[in-house]
């Protein structure tokens, strides 16, 4: 078993460490964030993630998870380094390698020889070189090892990965991150560092367009007439197509999917390549807040000023408390700015957010509302009473945006019902 540091204990870098310690690694997980520590420290998670404050607690009570302060604090005696830091989107669209760099920095003099660095924040390529000359050490490899998993389901998806993707130009050190995984089922794929890198890029891109493709399926059906739920169930039967990620929806956010694609852009716009096809997906993903918000001021006959819109949902995605470029809060601001009195709930959302105070249940915010907005697909929302909606709302009307609610139900209960494609 190795000893590894994690460096950032974010939903990638906490998700790494409390998984790599439950394979039965060593892990001591730094970050620069005292509170976050302090919590840490007393088996308090900070974020919401199925399973994740089980496996922190195993870890610290096994003694094979540590949390310190500062990265330097955990790389003395690391085999492997994990970066695990942000990766912003730049004002060029370009990542922004700054945390990546300090990170670097703090570790380089304390690392012990022959320690392997690995790059698992979403870099662009050329990174794993970046991160070697900021280390400046000719005795410590750097890797680059791609994390995929999804938000929502990062334990499940850290220990079932679809595949360990490890990029290096030195065998051994592949080899030695490779044997980290021991108990993990997954394919490996080992590479030179631009092609480990690209994939993750075209992964996250190739996911974008798949949510733009049926967003954009989703408007030819509300225009023709065509249910675009029965539409992708059929496409999807085709084993080149797939169901998966055909879900229409209010377009892609978190903090990947966005940043990501506008990565890639400017990745290949670097390169020489004009990637037309990668900027009709953010183009279609924006005018999807834009069709989501419209929905909703037609609900209202036309007009949102001094309308009082219910929204349920503000995270990106159901079971996760992200609120970063989520869609939910990029309509719920367009519906702002045309007038409407907004009230929103979210379950895993408790203070304000985007202009937002949310409520601390779902039935009050629809309490004198002319329009419902489901905008995040939390389970929880189709089993909730609608005939007490129903009575709370000035006018039974509701926008759902994810497809969620059993239509037929709620039309029987008087109310006007628009889906996304529907
Ligand atoms: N969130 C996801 O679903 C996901 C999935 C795959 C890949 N990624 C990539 O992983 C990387 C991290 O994403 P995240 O969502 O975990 O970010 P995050 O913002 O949740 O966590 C990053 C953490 O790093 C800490 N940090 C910053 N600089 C530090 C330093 N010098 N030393 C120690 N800690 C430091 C921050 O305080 C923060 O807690 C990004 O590149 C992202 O694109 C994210």
């Given at each position: 078993m190795a000893e590894i540091a994690v460096i950032g204990a974010g939903y990638v870098g906490l998700t790494t460490a409390a998984c790599f310690s439950h394979l039965g690694h060593d892990v001591i997980c730094a970050d620069i964030d005292e509170a976050?520590?302090?919590q840490l420290v007393r088996g308090e998670v900070p974020i919401v993630e199925a399973g994740l404050e089980a496996l922190v607690r195993e870890g610290l009570e096994g003694g094979r998870l540590r949390f310190v302060v500062g990265a330097a604090n955990a790389a003395p005696s690391a085999e492997f380094a994990y970066l695990c830091v942000p990766t912003p989107q730049g004002d060029d669209g370009a990542a922004d390698l700054a945390y990546i760099e300090a990170?670097?920095?703090e570790i380089g003099p304390v690392l012990p020889s022959e320690a392997v660095v690995v790059n698992k924040s979403t870099v662009p390529v050329g990174s794993t070189r970046v991160v070697e000359r900021v280390l400046g050490r000719d005795d410590v490899v750097v890797v680059s090892n791609p994390e995929f998993l999804r938000e929502g389901s990062a334990v499940h998806d850290f220990l079932n990965p679809d595949r360990i993707v490890i990029g290096s130009d030195d065998q051994s050190a592949a080899v030695?991150?490779?044997s980290l995984y021991i108990?993990?089922?997954?394919?490996?794929?080992?590479?030179?560092p631009p092609s480990a890198e690209t994939i993750k890029y075209a992964s996250n891109a190739f996911l974008a367009a798949k949510v733009s493709f049926v967003n954009a399926l989703a408007a030819v059906c509300d225009a023709v007439g065509a249910d675009v739920k029965d539409v992708v169930l059929g496409m999807g039967y085709d084993t080149r197509i797939g169901h998966e990620f055909l879900k229409p929806g209010p377009g892609f956010g978190g903090s990947c999917l966005p940043k990501d694609t506008r990565a890639l852009v400017h990745i290949a716009d670097s390169a020489g390549y004009s990637f037309d096809l990668l900027r009709g997906v953010i183009t279609v993903n924006e005018d999807q807040f834009h069709r989501v918000a419209a929905k909703v001021r037609e609900m209202a006959g036309g007009s949102l000023e001094g309308v009082r819109v219910a929204v349920w949902g503000l995270t990106f995605k159901a079971r996760t408390d992200d609120t970063r470029e989520s869609p939910a809060l990029r309509i719920v601001s367009l519906l702002a700015e045309q007038g409407a009195e907004v009230q929103a709930y979210d379950?895993?959302?408790?203070?304000?957010?985007?202009?937002v105070v949310?409520?601390?249940?779902?039935y009050s915010v629809c309490d004198g509302a002319q329009v419902l907005a489901v905008l995040t697909e939390w389970d929880d929302f189709r089993w909730l009473d609608f005939d007490k909606v129903a009575g709370l709302m000035e006018t039974p009307r509701v926008v759902d945006a994810r497809n969620l609610l059993d239509r037929p139900a709620l039309e029987r209960r008087g109310f006007r019902y628009v889906g996304i494609g529907r």
């Open positions: 976050r520590i302090a990170a670097a920095r030695r991150v490779a108990g993990v089922t997954a394919p490996i794929i080992v590479t030179d379950p895993a959302v408790k203070g304000p957010i985007g202009g949310p409520a601390n249940d779902p």
